[in-house]
């Protein structure tokens, strides 16, 4: 169970363009779901927290008119980067948190974004 | 040995080994603490996790011992696998908050 699926797994895009990743809890209810970004041989760093329902919560840094997130219903988060570029490429990772127990988190497999 | 690379510190074992990848927490006030697995181009894999109430925690072949009054954290992995080889993050969480802050991480080679 706490199974997290992300979509597209990669993404290939030129520079301007905007891409939409999607993050789906499958087997539960997600009240709150993450997103991070993970440079190479780096560490995980949170971007956002996304409450199903609400305006996600913007970590220090990351631009919210760039970095969209839509969380409109309990099992779906998306992450729309716009106007990519180059230095936006990445891995995308979010996790699920289960309703009530947010320490909780459970990982999804990442979406690698690579802009030209 | 272990050593520092520009990004993440390496530690290197033979199997059979056990290993012992540590964490240096920053904030006193973290009271959950976690550990991850990561394969390269994947997401974090829950191992094992500990509350600030405990100084030791075992699961399957891992051990978690955590040392509040250094903010120290460490995990043991006995005999050690050619699959055990990944990266390996540390999170810390605050009672009442929801996010966790990761850790720099560990990448741990297992060779045969």
């Known amino acids: 169970g706490a199974v997290v699926s992300q979509h597209p797994s990669w993404v290939i895009c030129k520079s301007g363009t905007s891409v939409k990743i999607e993050c789906r809890s499958l087997d539960f209810q997600a009240t709150t779901m993450f997103w991070y970004r993970q440079f190479p041989k780096q560490s995980l760093m949170l971007m956002a927290t996304?409450?199903?329902?609400?305006?996600?919560?913007?970590e220090q840094g990351v631009e919210k008119d760039k970095f969209l997130i839509n969380h409109a219903s309990l099992t779906l988060s998306t992450l729309t980067v716009t106007s990519a570029h180059p230095e936006d490429s990445s891995f995308y990772i979010c996790?699920?948190?289960?309703?009530?127990?947010?320490?909780?988190?459970?990982f999804g497999p990442g979406t690698r974004l690579t802009v030209l | 040995g272990e050593s520092v690379g520009l990004h993440l510190p390496t530690l290197s074992v033979q199997e059979g080994d056990n290993s012992i990848i540590n964490c240096a927490y920053s904030?006193?006030?973290?009271?959950?603490f976690i550990w991850y697995k990561q394969e390269s181009g994947k997401g974090p894999q829950f191992i094992i996790d500990i509350r600030s109430n405990m100084d030791k925690r075992q699961g399957q072949r891992v051990t978690v011992l955590l040392n509040k009054t250094v903010k120290h954290l460490s995990l043991q992995i006995a005999a050690t696998q050619p699959g055990d080889s990944a990266v390996y993050f540390c999170a810390e969480n605050i009672a009442g908050y929801s996010t966790l802050t990761f850790g720099k991480g560990t990448m741990l080679l297992v060779s045969p």
């Open positions: 996304s409450n199903e329902g609400s305006k996600a919560t913007y």
């Open positions: 904030n006193s006030a973290s009271d959950y």
């Open positions: 996790s699920a948190s289960l309703s009530g127990r947010t320490t909780e988190q459970f």
